[in-house]
């Protein structure tokens, strides 16, 4: 019986992106159906007091969360799921600027709609990103970030890993995440980073 796991991401986190290939990497090996969908940081720290440098990233945040909404709602979430793939392997992979062109060159590759790049640069469509982040995120409250799962009905954030775990190891990790989701007394989990984000 498969599994369905919501996931809620913003394009630009690479903690995110590391935990979404470790999902990716999880329907190899197990009988799982992630569907992804839109949270956004900027939302998240909108109105916070932010360090100059945090304010600006989540200023530039603010293009790829809108434009990755508009492919879900234009394309369904099989094509938000690629554009996903493609706008994160831009941003953390070749280091790609959180800008226009990098939306729109991602937008090109998956074959979503080129006005979407335009139209992310206005607020048109922030009330609907903000019920598609406040669908993930009230479940698990406001001092986390992204990546939330939610697994049978469940919601976490987390896991935060680095690196993605393959094969076997991968589906092994969901098994675990999926007990401790289970339990509705659980709540955390947590020791200090010691490396960043490695993408292999």
Not at 100 to 114: E, I, N, P, R
Not at 172 to 183: E, I, M, R
Request: charged share 25%; hydrophobic share 40%.
């Amino acid at each position: 019986m498969t599994t369905h796991v919501d996931f809620w991401f913003d394009p630009t986190c690479p903690w995110a992106w590391m935990t979404s290939r470790w999902m990716l990497e999880v329907e190899q090996v197990r009988d799982v159906k992630t569907t992804f969908h839109v949270m956004s940081l900027s939302v998240l720290n909108d109105g916070r007091d932010l360090d100059p440098g945090y304010r600006a990233h989540m200023d530039k945040a603010w293009l790829p969360a809108r434009a990755s909404l508009l492919v879900e709602q234009r394309h369904g979430s099989d094509r938000l799921r690629e554009f996903y793939t493609e706008i994160g392997t831009r941003f953390h992979l070749r280091q790609e600027p959180i800008a226009a062109d990098t939306v729109a060159a991602a937008l090109a590759a998956v074959g979503a709609d080129a006005d979407i790049v335009d139209i992310a640069q206005t607020d048109a469509v922030d009330e609907a990103l903000r019920r598609s982040h406040h669908e993930g995120m009230d479940p698990v409250g406001d001092e986390v970030g992204t990546p939330v799962l939610r697994v049978n009905g469940m919601s976490l954030f987390g896991p935060v890993i680095s690196p993605a775990p393959k094969g076997e190891e991968a589906g092994k990790l969901f098994d675990g995440f999926v007990l401790v989701t289970a339990y509705p007394g659980f709540f955390e989990l947590k020791r200090t980073r010691t490396v960043g984000p490695i993408f292999d």
